[in-house]
């Protein structure tokens, strides 16, 4: 079961299940998904290290819905849990409310009752050090009680904030915040593997720190040698205290014509690229919003690899009568689709993140195509 943070769910559903493509998840309840197979605990952990939108998994889980089940109905089932398990040592039990209380229900209570469990069946209680973690997840929305071995941590923070545009070396006051742009990577490239994310605009570096800092290979372009060189400054900031090599390049060169622009060595091997293109003043002059990311698209497919996924980031005129229509804030809607389809593309999947009162941004997902 993987459980959710609350900044984003749908966009949070949509990077686990890009994270983990060989699996399909089903929504117990909003913030819980269930899979459909099981995933090694390795697999979970790098999932886990990577995500921005993902909580915690509880591995070989058990639940209960209290509108037709009871707690003795959960410890059984706990105890069946417990009494599976091929491991044996320290072990603590953490709880976790989402979506607000569940009447007449006590996490710890419960924890409490699932602690006595454990210890009858030879695991001894460590709520410093344990080296085993029992999640206990109650959700107020659904009444659904979930307990499974924690793979990860109930801690809310994930770093993003110390990684902030203004607590960068380098940065203007127009950046993601750095949950989105981690989250917009893991969209565009799914698992960590050998191939590259590609990030032909890449301003004061957000999603470049991002990528990098997962440990995946990453090209970051701009033509602006100022922002080259900040975004070198934050890869390398962000990256104090590392000691895993990281491969990526930070080039100077024109996102119209990154074949030229990027080394051979990068040909081919870019499964994932990350597009928030300036709108207003920017570095390429006169060109209208338009055929700038329309030439970078097709300049793109001329060094992606087969099956490589765009995610592109447009600000939008947010939906106050939530209508569900997309109000962009340069140009049109109707434009901007052909525009993608004109380049080969294909769009997967859209999401709205509200900004402040008079800005959104649209999130797309999109399939891209090489060129022959």
């Known amino acids: 079961m993987a459980c959710l943070r609350g900044w984003h769910v749908a966009l949070a559903t949509a990077e686990v299940e890009a994270l983990a493509p060989q699996t399909k998840f089903v929504a117990m309840s909003p913030r819980l998904l269930v899979s459909s197979s099981q995933l090694e605990t390795t697999e979970l952990q790098q999932i886990i290290t990577c995500s921005s939108g993902l909580q915690c998994f ?4 058990v639940s209960i819905n209290l509108e037709h089940e009871t707690i003795e109905d959960l410890l059984e089932k706990v105890t069946q849990m417990i009494q599976g398990a091929k491991f044996k040592g320290s072990l603590a039990v953490r709880t976790m409310r989402i979506d607000g209380r569940i009447n007449g229900f006590s996490t710890q209570t419960t924890a409490g009752k699932i602690g006595s469990i454990a210890v009858a069946e030879q695991f001894t209680i460590d709520l410093e050090t344990p080296e085993i973690e029992i999640g206990l997840i109650a959700d107020g929305g659904s009444n659904i009680v979930a307990c499974g071995w924690l793979v990860g ?39 960590i593997d050998t191939q590259a994310v590609l990030d032909p605009m890449t301003g004061t570096g957000g999603f470049a720190v991002e ?13 602006n040698q100022a922002m080259v060189d900040g975004t070198t400054q934050n890869i390398a900031w962000a990256l104090q205290g590392q000691s895993a090599e990281n491969d990526y390049q930070v080039i100077t060169g024109d996102a119209c014509e990154l074949s030229e622009t ?6 081919g091997q870019i499964s994932g690229i990350v597009l928030d293109p300036p709108y207003g003043r920017n570095s390429h002059g006169s060109q209208s919003h338009y055929d700038l990311i329309g030439k970078t698209l097709q300049s793109a497919r001329m060094v992606i690899g087969n099956n490589a996924k765009l995610v592109l980031i447009v600000p939008i ?6 209508t569900g229509e997309i109000e962009l804030l340069h140009g ?29 941004r649209l999130i797309l997902l999109v399939s891209i195509a090489p060129l022959d």
């Open 58 to 61: 509880l591995d070989n889980y």
């Open 317 to 322: 005129i947010p939906d106050k009568d939530d």
């Open 332 to 360: 049109h809607w109707e434009e901007l689709k052909q525009l993608l389809s004109d380049c080969g593309s294909t769009i997967n999947g859209q999401w709205k993140e509200h900004v402040h009162g008079s800005l959104s």
């Open 153 to 191: 941590n109930f801690d809310d923070s994930i770093g993003t904030a110390n990684r902030r545009a203004t607590e960068r070396p380098f940065f203007r006051p127009i950046s993601l915040d750095p949950r989105l742009a981690r989250l917009a990577v893991n969209l565009a490239c799914g698992p």
């Open 211 to 223: 990528a990098v800092m997962m440990g995946r290979r990453c090209v970051a372009v701009d033509m």
């Open 262 to 267: 990027l080394e051979e060595s990068w040909h």
